[in-house]
C-alpha cells in the first residue's frame, strides 16, 4: 500500500485572486516581504498497487479525468509513505 500525496495549482498563467487577496492581508499584517502567495489544493490517499508503474497510472488518470481542470490547473504527486502487506 501506498500513501499519495497530490498537489493541485492553478497554472501560473491563470490569475489566482485568492493568492492575490491572502498576499494583500498579509501585507496589512506588516509582512511585505511575503510576495506572490498561490492557492491549491492537496489530496492524500492510499493505493493497494505494487508497482510505481501502476500507482503512476492511477494517480494521473484520475487527477485528469476527476480531480483537476487540466484546461487552467497543474497537478504533481508524491508517494510518502509505502506499507508493506503481509
Do not use: W
Not at 498497487?49 to 483537476?68: C, P
Amino acid at each position: 500500500m501506498k500513501t499519495i500525496e497530490l498537489f493541485i495549482t492553478l497554472q501560473r498563467q491563470v490569475l489566482d485572486t485568492q493568492g492575490q487577496t491572502l498576499t494583500r492581508a498579509v501585507h496589512d499584517l506588516g509582512y511585505p516581504e511575503v510576495n506572490d502567495i498561490r492557492v491549491g489544493k492537496v489530496l492524500y490517499m492510499t493505493v493497494d498497487e505494487a508497482s510505481d508503474e501502476a500507482v503512476d497510472n492511477i494517480v494521473r488518470t484520475l487527477s485528469e479525468k476527476l480531480f483537476a481542470n487540466t484546461v487552467i490547473e497543474e497537478y504533481s504527486y508524491n508517494v510518502i509513505e509505502a506499507e508493506e502487506t503481509n
